[in-house]
């Protein structure tokens, strides 16, 4: 019997009917508005509404883009353009209701609040101390959860409460220094973007409370990005939040329980054990990557390896002798590039080097030093005077741009930080390096230890560049996790381009193994009709194939908005391979390194699990098989040995769109290196 909770709360509403209030103007500037067409549609089975629904029916158009947005609150009447009394049962206005009444509550009790944040309803910062001579805050993310349980064949509100960052701040910064995009503080305690702010924000104002992006953080000498806090610690943080915010909470219409949601052993499900096994050198498997890799070697070195060279790029010689040394005769525990994964520590005749201090030239001295349009058996090892977190823009536009020549000329390549080839434990960063670079160079570190049948899963992504439009990517496995090719594309048009993408994998496919007989696509966002129709469309006119296709949309960000915690477990991290199901076609996959009940060693590496939607309509495939699936595919992560939650099919196709946003044109050159190698880890 598991003991398992969800950091979800349960929420009474005391009173049948709800008045509502409408209004063309955000009165409070954290209301929620609506389209009138989809608030019309939210109305239509609700009784004493007819008035409203006369009044929305003119605030119409042709267009849904053209219409105005209608905003309603449940507290606010002063100027109210209309009103209706709406049943607590009708879940489009009962969930807004209950957002409101929480968003009035930690208003009144002082916290900032952020009324709009994507991927929850709203979020709340609580001072914690102060770092670096700054307030820091907390932030708790809020998601108000209203379904008819079936099972229970009853209506269930719930509130979801998770830690969004531990370490947040609000330096004050001149209004000059602003774009849209910053998110400022106004007097009312109220988040806002400073493009939607603006019109509230004194004009002899000329300092505002910021919240701290990547950028000021990185101009004040803070950690670039927030700290993320995991099982232990979050659901210690939550329990005291949720007593202090709610024991005395006194609403006539609204109470909040306060412990854990026990989850039901019917809802707790696990992935065969089995599923992390993988096969290594000599068909040899094994469960953990580290140990394969060490016993048994890769399952499959590249074609010509005995060819491979290495082009080091460097900026003095120091630290490209003691790497070379590292790779040719290792170091500590890392027995050498060839005992390791098969590629001779061959240095190439080319070598460049170039000055620490001139990197963002070194793109044009790479143009001339590499004249060829095309080089074979290469792989570029440049040695950075920098780590890609702390780069300038100028020294970040070179990395990408550096990227892209090399790939153009078929050269893979990979970059390493020069501070850490000094490092004495630099012993285990030279694995992680060489699996890469075993990858890059077309081979396969380890496979899945699978059954192989004709299956083809492919992993759309997309990624949003600095003009703000966005490039998509595709990538393409079979079902033993073999490679089987990359686009990318710009997204004029989706559909079209996605479309397009899957018919020539498929045909490709084909090719290579004369039948396919499904389709799984692993996508970033649900799936539009549109999308669906066209993909169905495609397959029966232009490739005469009648195969089932399922859409499997992955979370493809670390979320803490639904967690569980197993309260057996000290660290309170559930076992890898659990699953939980949400509700219908919705499951939450705990995929991390707790391999066993009771861990022998300890876990110093904990991760969030990711989020599953199941998009199949004809029922084609046994959900338990495609989670299986999901969770297999994370296995085939080959930047280095840890394994992550989410599988290579979201994390790559991400990778890849990422890489070609930077590059001219959005576009992955033509050659072998760019679509059979895993050239972006």
């Known amino acids: 019997m598991a003991n398992m909770v969800i950091n979800r709360f349960t929420i009474d509403i005391a009173k049948k009917d709800i008045e509502v209030s409408f209004f063309t103007k955000n009165i409070t500037h954290y209301l929620k508005g609506k389209k009138a067409t989809y608030l019309y549609e939210d109305l239509e089975r609700t009784e004493n509404a007819k008035e409203v629904m006369d009044w929305i029916k003119d605030c119409k158009r042709k267009k849904i ?29 009962k969930k807004q209701f209950i957002r409101e009444t929480l968003l009035k509550l930690f208003l009144d009790k002082g916290f ?37 349980d079936k099972s229970s064949k009853r209506h269930v509100n719930e509130l979801s409460i998770s830690i969004g960052s531990e370490d947040t701040y609000f330096p004050k910064r001149n209004k000059s220094e602003l774009t849209d ?7 009312n305690n109220l988040l806002l973007r400073y493009g939607d702010a603006k019109s509230l924000i004194d004009d002899s104002q000329n300092e505002i409370l910021v919240k701290a992006d990547f950028d000021i953080r990185m101009k004040l000498g803070i950690r670039q990005k927030p700290h993320f806090q995991f099982y232990k ?85 120091d630290s490209a002798k003691k790497l070379y040394t590292y790779f040719s005769k290792g170091y500590r525990h890392f027995p050498g590039l060839e005992s390791y994964i098969g590629i001779p520590a061959q240095p190439a005749e080319i070598r460049i080097k170039y000055e620490p201090d001139k990197f963002i030239e070194l793109p044009k001295k790479i143009e001339s030093e590499l004249p060829n349009s095309s080089y074979e058996n290469l792989i570029a090892i440049c040695i950075m005077p ?37 490092l004495e434990d630099f012993h285990y960063y030279l694995p992680n390096i060489s699996i890469a670079m075993l990858a890059k160079l077309g081979g396969i570190p380890w496979k899945l230890q699978t059954d192989k049948y004709n299956q083809l899963i492919i992993g759309f992504n997309i990624f949003r560049n600095k003009a703000n439009s966005f490039v998509g990517s595709a990538i393409y496995f079979d079902n033993e996790g073999l490679l089987k090719g990359i686009d990318a594309f710009e997204e004029k048009n989706s559909v079209r381009e996605i479309t397009s993408a899957i018919r020539n994998s498929i045909s490709n496919y084909i090719k290579q193994n004369q039948f396919c007989d499904s389709l799984i696509v692993h996508y970033f966002k649900p799936p539009s009709s549109e999308e669906k129709i066209s993909i169905e469309k495609m397959l029966s006119t232009e490739l005469n194939l009648k195969i089932p296709v399922v859409f499997v949309e992955v979370n493809d960000a670390k979320t803490s908005t639904d967690i569980c915690f197993d309260l057996d477990y000290a660290l309170l991290m559930p076992q890898s391979g659990t699953y939980i199901e949400l509700k219908p076609n919705e499951y939450l ?58 599988p290579v099919t979201t994390i790559y196709s991400k990778l890849i769109a990422e890489y070609v946003s930077h590059f001219e044109g959005n576009q992955i050159p033509d050659n072998n290196t760019a679509h059979r190698t895993i050239w972006f880890v």
């Open 65 to 93: 883009g053209d219409e105005q947005s209608i905003y309603f609150s449940f507290y606010k009447t002063t100027g109210a353009e209309k009103k209706a009394t709406i049943s607590t049962y009708n879940n489009k206005f």
């Open 112 to 148: 900032f609040v952020e009324p709009y944040k994507k991927g929850c309803d709203f979020c709340i910062y609580q001072k914690a101390g102060t770092e670096n001579g700054f307030d820091k805050y907390i932030r708790y993310d809020f998601v108000v959860y209203c379904y008819f």
């Open 181 to 187: 995009h910053h998110k400022v503080l106004l007097q």
């Open 233 to 317: 610690r979050n659901y210690d943080f939550i329990d005291k939040f949720v007593k202090e915010s709610f024991f005395s909470f006194d609403s006539e219409y609204m109470k909040v329980y306060i412990p854990f949601k026990k989850l039901d052993d019917s809802q707790i499900k696990y992935v065969s054990f089995e599923s992390n096994k993988m096969i290594f050198g000599n068909g040899q498997t094994d469960y953990s990557s580290i140990n394969g890799m060490r016993d048994h070697g890769q399952y499959q070195k590249p074609d010509n390896i005995g060819n491979a060279k290495l082009l080091f790029i460097y900026p003095d010689s």
């Open 386 to 422: 920098f780590n890609k977190q702390s780069a300038t823009p100028a020294q970040s536009n070179a990395y990408y741009k550096i990227k892209e020549i090399l790939l153009k000329k078929n050269i893979a390549s990979q970059f390493l930080e020069r501070s850490k080839i000094f």
């Open 589 to 646: 996959l705990f995929n991390n390194l707790r391999y066993w009940e009771r861990p022998a060693n300890p876990i110093r590496q904990e991760e969030y699990p990711i989020k599953i939607k199941i998009y199949d309509p004809s029922g084609s495939f046994p959900h338990d098989k495609l989670v299986s699936q999901v969770y297999e595919f994370s296995r085939l992560y080959w930047k280095g040995l840890k394994q992550k939650a989410q």
